[in-house]
């Protein structure tokens, strides 16, 4: 018998302490790629609860990677290593570029302990790192003496990642860039195994919305830290694994070598999204997912009450949680509903155990979101036979394909035409919610996405049997799937790309929520 793989799977704040996002993802891969032996590092905001999902047999081992808490002084004042990598994030220069990337890899590699910048002046070689690069004609706006303390707070933590050591590996798979790759790297510089990111959002992308409300001075210390640090990991990467060629697009753009580039996208099991026999009485629109503003649902509330002018009696079916922090918007949305007087009209369901029982409540699927990677909802939709009402954001468009009608975001008006349009059209809605189911078997299952995993895992370590998976007995008895192999999808149109210092156009979303803001998941 060959001697199994080890892979450790890298993510943020996600599996398998959060379900649903980036953990469906992970699950489906550990479960798949049975003849692996799974080592799953988790970066978390701060220690975290017990994990919500259960493991299967093949993971060896679970290691959380703290990222806030108290810090403890390395052993190994960095101060040149610290200096080097602020000089570098800032500049633009290829000499810059090679600043960031030896700071960080000596930091990686020198024993400097748990938290490598703790306890340094790290403001202060933030504030001489500033001038000497505004000096070389680097425009930057006006850092203050405040604003380098709180930025140097976010980059101390931001840091902290490369001290992990996790145990020894034949390949390292980080399901983002960002921290994530920051791990895969440093172990990538200290044992020489390869390194595979997955992005299924893009997280430069992802960082500029998240940097929209600070303050000039911290927004461009974090936003240049990010683009120093997503641009060293594409290039350090042996493999990059986007979910859409709407991220592919956004990596080649930033350094990623197109040869390196593969795109596997998401994919569900189809024995458990069967198509879905009839539709409900009332003309009714079904959504799926977290309620947070990322999924923008004020908007898609105020297009049910337009809805309601041109198709009497319409009705919104809402299906998901409130996550943790979330709890003021999911008020303000409920408030929108009294306000537009719907409050009979929409109905908050809460958590599902399953999104096609949410699916069936409707008779068609709208996303409204602002921001999105590959949204696993769209194509548990489409394989359950429903159509879908979807905004044009992230690889939202290449995945619906010719099988539903994609509109602008955060329009409102928009959402409401083409959510009408379907109502009113059943002979039309019954055509696309074949094609759609049709599309997802094609393109979206879980074995073809789980076997190009494996396509790639013996391509950079030679020594993974290319069989089938067998099931894979969960320590609660339950079967994994099975994975073969698919192609992957053609390019669209191009994206657009951000200059850095400015405000971020509408941004993609990545599962995996920022440990480096609290750890709060997808």
């Known amino acids: ?116 910048l703790y306890g340094l002046p790290l403001a202060d070689l933030l504030l001489d790192a500033w001038s000497e690069v505004t000096r070389r004609g680097v425009r930057l706006p006006r850092l203050t003496l405040g604003e380098a303390d709180e930025a140097a707070v976010h980059l101390e933590h931001a840091t902290r990642p490369l001290a992990a050591r996790i145990p020894r590996v034949d390949l390292v798979h980080a399901t983002a860039n960002g921290l994530s790759s920051l791990i895969a790297m440093a172990t990538k510089w200290r044992t020489g195994v390869p390194f595979v990111m997955t992005e299924h959002g893009v997280y430069l992308r992802e960082r500029y919305l998240a940097a929209a409300e600070e303050s000039p001075g911290v927004k461009a210390a974090l936003l240049r830290f990010h683009r120093a640090l997503v641009r060293l990991a594409y290039r350090q990467a042996d493999a990059i694994t986007p979910v859409s060629s709407f991220n592919r697009r956004w990596e080649i753009r930033h350094g990623a070598d197109p040869e390196k580039v593969h795109v596997i996208p998401n994919g569900v099991n189809p024995r458990r999204y069967q198509p879905l026999a009839g539709e409900p009485a009332v003309p009714t629109i079904s959504w799926v997912g977290r309620i947070d503003p990322l999924k923008d649902l004020q908007t898609l509330i105020e297009a049910v009450a337009m809805v309601r002018r041109r198709v009497p009696g319409t009705r919104l079916h809402l299906a998901g949680p409130v996550p943790a922090g979330n709890e003021e918007y999911a008020a303000d949305c409920r408030r929108l509903v009294t306000e537009l007087r719907l409050t009979d009209a929409v109905t908050f369901a809460g958590p599902c155990a399953s999104s096609r029982d ?40 290449e995945v619906v394909g010719d099988t ?36 997802a078997l094609e393109h979206f299952t879980v074995d073809r996405c789980v076997g190009r995993y494996r396509e790639r895992y013996l391509a950079l370590t030679g020594h993974l049997a290319p069989t089938r998976a067998v099931p894979v007995a969960t320590r609660t008895g339950q079967p994994a799937d099975v994975a073969v192999d698919t192609p992957p999808l053609s390019d669209g149109p191009d994206a657009p790309v951000l200059s850095d210092g400015h405000d971020a156009p509408v941004l993609s979303e990545g599962p995996d929520a920022p440990a480096l803001s609290g750890g709060r998941a997808a």
Request: net charge positive.
């Open 1 to 116: 018998m060959a001697i199994p793989i080890e892979v450790a799977l890298v993510n943020e704040g996600t599996y398998p302490y959060a379900p649903g996002g980036v953990s469906t993802w992970c699950e489906q891969l550990v479960r798949g790629l049975a003849e692996v032996r799974w080592h799953l590092v988790t970066v978390v905001g701060g220690e975290p609860a017990r994990a919500e999902l259960a493991l299967p047999a093949n993971v060896a081992s679970l290691t959380t990677v703290p990222v806030w808490g108290p810090g403890r002084r390395p052993r190994h004042r960095a101060m040149v290593a610290a200096y080097r990598i602020c000089r570098g994030m800032l500049g633009d220069s290829d000499a810059d570029r090679a600043d960031f990337a030896h700071g960080l890899r000596e930091l990686a590699t020198a024993p400097v302990g748990r938290h490598p």
């Open 358 to 397: 949410a699916f069936a409540a409707g008779h068609v699927a709208a996303l409204s979101s602002i921001s999105e990677g590959m949204p696993y909802t769209v194509v548990e939709a489409m394989m359950c036979g429903r159509t879908t009402v979807s905004t044009d954001v992230g690889g939202v468009a």
């Open 404 to 439: 539903g009608l994609v509109v602008a975001p955060r329009d409102p008006a928009a959402l409401a035409v083409a959510c009408v349009e379907l109502l009113r059209d059943t002979p039309r809605r019954a055509e696309l919610a074949a094609r759609a189911r049709a599309r």
